[in-house]
């Protein structure tokens, strides 16, 4: 990578100035169709929100009903709202405590050209591609209440005496499951990236720490894991990024109840924003939701003091 | 110890090791194939046998569940508009994105750190967070079609994709460009004739990310499509298992069926979705 930058420095020295003109030319006609994206989709809507957010809009003609912060505190003080932030924080938490490190270790496990470990990749990874709505069907099916036709229910109960579970009924299941689901759908595509991240490491660096005597423990601790902080600093941040933002899979599962129990922001944004057409409301819970996950992009990007994730933002 | 006694005892180790390895590999696969197994086995039962032996192979298969369905004109309307925004949007997305990226890797001119800083920061908009502002723009422009959905995607595809291909530009030689531009190339026909030509990998990797995108897009549908003839199958998925819940055969029919193509695709461009995947989240 470095001796292109080098290899891009040099050329711009022996730029003529008419080279110089023809490149600005160039760009800008290269670049126009990414502005007008940019400006009319991204751009545009975003500030023409913030703006309606001080408002009661209900969508319907101009907004006229000027109520300024109002919409912000009746948001901030909803216990609903809450809940949503709540669950959101409770998804993020055991993604990384429970399928980071699960990921992890499968990526460890299937290294070194273990034979099998393109099959297990290519089925581990298969829920990924599936739509939200393949996988959350294929989880209420699995989660149905009824044994006779929900699969976990019918395994459950053939433990003696217990009864059959609620799951996506129950308030204090309900959130389990969706993770369950999460976890299904996105622990392959973690594993992707640490095999990926796995395969830059050069073998000689593990191979003199086995020599030294070290235990496969002590190689993993010391040796493995520091060389892959750059994909776990990845995985962290697209993980926590995207469980913030979690809204089909629970939508289909749940559609964020039972009585709010699976709610999560995107949730809350849709059913008041849109389904009730309370606009100027929702574009206020928008606004929210882009500062939450701006605050915690540009301070995660200060604490690991590093940008390189940046080309892997897109999944 | 010498060292060949310490590689022998590790080798040792790992054989152990490997068998606990396959233990786990297998219990993870089953959980992960579970699922999927029982979907398609109730896709291929009637609604009788559902009830009665719900987990057990269908032996012999039913296919009345979907042949019902591929009967009906809803299931081929929602394929037909799957495809037709899949194509445009990823045909809009990677022409664009690698103009951009073009701009970006090959080219020197003034505002060029301001507009990447602008283009990064598109990053940092996740689609689902700015539905609703998007679902009143889109309104006022009269988009509440298949273009509104298609044109949203591209735009936020774009930051993503144009920062993977510039990595993938940056990597072909400058000594092409000169050699070139020497032979009276113009930037146009570098570009046309010589860069994109080069960087087929990258662009089917970043083509087929853009197709998977599209093709599984759940939120934007739901937000604007508002008439049946429109629907995208998975919006159109999710409408029939509300529609159909009393006969879930029914609706474990229509999802292994609207799962085929994701499959045979995935099988496909494995190799493709994942060097899109990983390009940029591994660097450096």
Not at chain 2, 255 to 266: D, G, K, Q, R, W
């Amino acid at each position: 990578m470095n001796d292109l930058f080098i290899a891009g420095n040099q050329h711009k020295y022996i730029l003529s100035p008419q080279k110089r003109n023809r490149d600005t030319l160039t760009a800008l006609f290269f670049l126009i169709p990414t502005l007008i994206f940019f400006f009319i989709f991204i751009i545009y809507p975003i500030i023409q929100s913030l703006y309606y957010s001080f408002f009661n809009w209900k969508g319907f003609g101009p907004a006229i009903n000027f109520v300024g912060l109002r919409n912000y505190e009746k948001i901030l003080t909803d216990s609903v709202f809450a809940k949503a932030v709540g669950n959101g924080l409770l998804i993020v938490v055991l993604s990384l405590i429970v399928q980071l490190p699960i990921s992890i270790a499968l990526a460890i496990m299937v290294r070194n050209d273990m034979p099998g470990r393109s099959f297990f990749r290519t089925i581990f990874f298969m829920p990924f591609v599936f739509s939200e709505s393949i996988a959350g069907i294929i989880w209420v099916s699995m989660f149905k209440p009824d044994p006779s036709i929900g699969f976990l229910n019918a395994i459950w109960t053939l433990i003696p005496g217990v009864k059959p579970l609620e799951f996506l009924g129950d308030t204090s299941q309900v959130m389990m499951c969706v993770f369950i689901a999460l976890t299904w759908k996105y622990l392959g595509f973690h594993m992707l990236l640490y095999m990926a991240g796995l395969a830059n490491i050069p073998r000689e660096i593990e191979e003199a720490a086995i020599i030294d005597g070290a235990s496969n423990w002590q190689i993993i601790r010391n040796v493995t894991l520091p060389l892959l902080s750059t994909t776990i600093r990845t995985s962290v941040y697209l993980s926590v990024l995207g469980s913030l933002q979690q809204f089909g899979l629970i939508w289909i599962m749940s559609k964020g109840g039972p009585v709010n129990a699976s709610e999560t922001m995107a949730i809350y944004m849709y059913r008041f924003g849109f389904m009730r057409l309370a606009l100027g409301y929702g574009c206020a819970v928008g606004v929210i939701l882009l500062l939450i996950c701006l605050i915690f992009s540009v301070s995660y990007q200060r604490l690991v003091k590093q940008q390189d994730y940046l080309g892997g933002l897109y999944s | 110890m010498t060292e060949k006694n310490t590689i022998q005892s590790w080798k040792k180790q790992n054989r152990r090791s490997l068998i606990f390895k396959y233990i786990v590999l297998i219990i993870i696969f089953l959980i992960v194939v579970i699922p999927i197994i029982m979907l398609i086995f109730g896709a291929l039962k009637t609604r009788g046998e559902l009830a009665t032996k719900p987990y057990t192979p269908p032996i012999p298969p039913h296919f009345e569940n979907i042949q019902k369905i591929l009967n009906q004109p809803d299931f081929w309307n929602m394929l037909k508009n799957s495809l037709f925004v899949m194509l445009a949007a990823t045909a809009g997305t990677v022409l664009v994105a690698a103009m951009a990226a073009f701009s970006f890797s090959r080219l020197n001119f003034r505002g060029k750190n301001l507009s990447f800083n602008v283009v990064t920061l598109g990053l940092l908009f996740p689609m689902s967070i700015a539905i609703l502002p998007e679902y009143i723009l889109l309104r006022q422009l009269n988009l509440l079609n298949l273009w509104g959905i298609i044109l949203p995607e591209i735009a936020f595809a774009l930051a993503g994709d144009i920062l993977i291909l510039r990595g993938f530009f940056m990597a072909i030689p400058v000594e092409l460009q000169d050699a070139s531009y020497i032979d009276g190339c113009t930037n146009l026909g570098f570009f046309w004739k010589i860069l994109l030509p080069l960087a087929r990998p990258s662009l089917s990797a970043v083509a087929v990310l853009a197709m998977i995108n599209s093709w599984n897009e759940l939120f934007l549908p739901i937000v604007v499509l508002n008439e049946e003839r429109l629907y995208t199958l998975p919006l159109g998925t999710m409408q029939f298992s509300t529609e159909h819940g009393t006969d879930w055969a029914m609706v474990l029919a229509f999802v292994a069926l609207s799962m085929i193509p994701t499959i045979i695709f995935y099988l496909f461009a494995e190799k493709q979705l994942i060097s899109g995947l990983t390009a940029g989240a591994v660097k450096g």
